[in-house]
């Protein structure tokens, strides 16, 4: 098993709103791969842990004991970083109230609520030349094979051009990265006292409440 650097060369800004994981990155990539000419499995919020996707076949090592990926969070060098707040804007256009179809009846679009609801989301946004994930793996082709195929950008907003690379570059390293804390690590009776904790996901998928549980973060 190696330890691995992956490089992304980035094109345009990075939305970001939480810690982006690789292995969340590489789920993505998985779920697309597997899920290809079938019916698409949904994961709502009331899925059970037993109904969830089964991301341990991916092709990077997981630690069974404390179950996590040997997968970094994003990292980044703070020199020439350049952070600035943009927003994700949704709006009627009042030019076209005539196209509504109420049936005939006198109804105005309501702007404030439901379809027609008009937004103007802050986001945060890192301007960044690269960023890279440190991973373990036997099999890092597969790796290669899955973010070339499947994975267009990192963090939110990429369908509106937010966080595109030009290009990635994955080398070895001698380095073993997971001697720190570079990902959320499961707070057990061995581990934690004295360290940053945090109620953050810990495993893919990130966002589902099922793997919300306090974590190490520093």
Not at 45 to 57: A, C, E, G, H, N
Not at 90 to 100: C, I, P, T, Y
């Amino acid at each position: 098993m190696m330890n691995y650097k992956i490089t992304f060369n980035m094109r345009t800004p990075i939305c970001l709103s939480d810690m982006i994981m690789f292995d969340g990155l590489i789920a993505y990539a998985y779920y697309k791969e597997i899920s290809e000419g079938v019916n698409k499995q949904t994961q709502p919020l009331q899925m059970s842990k037993d109904d969830l996707i089964d991301f341990r076949p991916m092709p990077i090592e997981h630690n069974d004991e404390h179950d996590y990926f040997y997968a970094s969070w994003m990292l980044y060098n703070l020199d020439g970083l350049v952070e600035f707040t943009d927003s994700w804007k949704k709006r009627w256009a009042s030019e076209f109230d005539q196209l509504a179809d109420f049936g005939g009846n006198k109804r105005k679009v309501r702007i404030n609520n439901a379809k027609y609801k008009s937004y103007n989301m802050p986001m945060r946004m890192l301007d960044l030349d690269e960023v890279w994930f440190y991973f373990k793996s036997r099999e890092v082709s597969k790796v290669a094979h899955l973010i070339e195929k499947h994975v267009f950008g990192i963090g939110k907003k990429i369908s509106q051009g937010k966080g595109l690379f030009s290009g990635i570059h994955i080398e070895k390293t001698d380095y073993d990265p997971f001697k720190n804390i570079i990902r959320p690590i499961l707070v057990t009776k061995e581990i934690g006292k004295g360290r940053e904790t945090r109620m953050i996901g810990c495993r893919p998928p990130y966002w589902h409440p099922i793997n919300q549980e306090l974590c190490i973060v520093s």
